[in-house]
T-cell receptor, first 113, second 113 residues
């Protein structure tokens, strides 16, 4: 069965610093990859997705992620974070042929002034 | 555009009482529908998903059930709530087919006393 590992449960950073949130998934012949953001007491909002093609995917709010098939990773990055980026971030994977998503346990990003 | 509505936003129920949470989607036809439960530090657990009216797949054995009486309506129910049913419940929809992102409602915070 597919699994997703988010290596950091919490990531504190200062405002305007770069950030990388790590995500690894178990190997599969084909996968679709997603990052979601969740603000307190709200649902999840789609940040970006990788379906095929270019391995560098750009999303909303200045985030981007890079698909690395050999390392089975899909890390999320932002070159300069804002206070408003404080939230929990979830990586999710869908295996080819499946309509279901498997989620990681989430990474809480805290941006400090 | 498509929208998803969940209600209520918060609910406090005594142990042993029944439960009904409702989710509706607007602006699309024949969506896939999903119910998740989110526990702190544990990510999202898929409870049920549906690809059409009356078609429900259960992912984990539990005290809950789901129904889809109309194309864009998804209901999560229980006859007798347990303390362990407390949590944040999220409904989501997607277009049918592999690799499709899911779109989430704002969730229901359920507390069992």
């Amino acid at each position: 069965a597919q699994s997703v590992t988010q290596l950091d449960s919490q990531v504190p950073v200062f405002e305007e610093a770069p950030v990388e949130l790590r995500c690894n998934y178990s190997s599969s012949v084909s996968v679709y990859l997603f990052w979601y953001v969740q603000y307190p007491n709200q649902g999840l909002q789609l940040l970006l997705k990788y379906l095929s093609g270019s391995t560098l995917v750009k999303g909303i709010n200045g985030f981007e992620a890079e698909f690395n098939k050999s390392q089975t990773s899909f890390h999320l990055r932002k070159p300069s974070v804002h206070i408003s980026d404080t939230a929990e971030y979830f990586c999710a994977v869908s295996q080819g042929g499946s309509e279901k998503l498997v989620f990681g346990k989430g990474t809480k990003l805290t941006v400090n002034p | 555009s498509q929208t998803i509505h969940q209600w209520p936003a918060t609910l406090v129920q005594p142990v042993g009482s029944p439960l009904s949470l409702e989710c509706t989607v607007e602006g699309t036809s024949n969506p896939n529908l999903y119910w998740y439960r989110q526990a702190a530090g544990r990510g999202l657990q898929l409870l049920f998903y549906s690809v059409g009216i009356g078609q429900i797949s259960s992912e984990v054995p539990q005290n809950l059930s789901a129904s889809r009486p109309q194309d864009r309506q998804f209901i999560l129910s229980s006859k007798k709530l347990l303390l362990s049913d407390s949590g944040f419940y999220l409904c989501a929809w997607s277009v049918g087919g592999e690799g499709q992102p899911q779109h989430f409602g704002d969730g229901t915070r359920l507390s069992i006393l």
